[in-house]
């Protein structure tokens, strides 16, 4: 079936009010459209899925891991005495590598949850969040030195409580991690724009180059060996998520060795 659309205009010619009226075919542009919602359902649909299976698989796989690390420990504990230093080391990074994919295992059920559960939101105040994400770091604050300053007045804004507290504590926390030999400086701000609140968390720490300012958003991304700064690389992706979800995007200012800006937007 065809598809039209009755426009009408009004020209002025010479003081003469002419009245255009022009049947248009939409046809293909409705179809586009169509074609459009039906591709967008799909894909959500199978976001959905895809964040379903990471969390069940996520979630099923603690269970074996823990039986594996503690037969590997039980080894390690009682045969200590009767076993070589070869076949120790080799325990030891079984050990190793068991923890490791505990903590990532871990994250990823961190990160699915995000999507796998509904957002709770309400009204509330950043300055609170920030108290509390500042008392959580307290202890990286203090070994760092690190100063951290609200430089705006902080809004009061709808939003999951949890979820913006997540987002700036693994902000912030990257912040004092990634940061050079000077005392790391944090600034925080807020400003309004006519839809969003944008946010800003900036350092002095070691920068990010151009061409890794988009992959860090991924899971298990990382520019650093875990010997040179610890992490397993998903505080960046939980935060894009956690931004997505209300409405905004996440993005970056930064020069290497010079300091990085992250900013953040909020729907009002
Ligand atoms: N403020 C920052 N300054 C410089 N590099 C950063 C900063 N924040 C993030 N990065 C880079 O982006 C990567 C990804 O960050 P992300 O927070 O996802 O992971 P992580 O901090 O390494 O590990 P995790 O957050 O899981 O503990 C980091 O490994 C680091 O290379
Ligand atoms: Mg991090």
Redesign the pocket.
Known sequence: MKNFLLSTDTIDMDGIKCFLTAIVDITERRRSEDKLRVLSDELTQSNKELEEFAYAASHDLQEPLRSVTSYLQLLERRYTSSLNEEALEFIHRAVNGATRMHTLIN?LLAYSRIGTRPVALEQVDCVEILETTLDNLYRSIKENKAQVKVESEMPVIQADRLQLTSLFQ??I???I??RTEKIPEIKIMAHPNKTHWHFSVS?N????AKK?SQN??NVF????SRAE???????????KKIVEHHGGKIWLD?EEGN??T?HFTILK
Do not use: W
Request: glycine content about 18%; charged content about 15%; aromatic content about 12%.
């Open positions: 994250d693994n902000l926390s990257n912040a991690k990634f350092d720490g070691i920068g990010i890794d860090i958003f991304q990382r520019l650093h700064y610890p992490g397993t690389g998903i505080g960046l992706a939980i935060c930064s300091g990085t992250f």
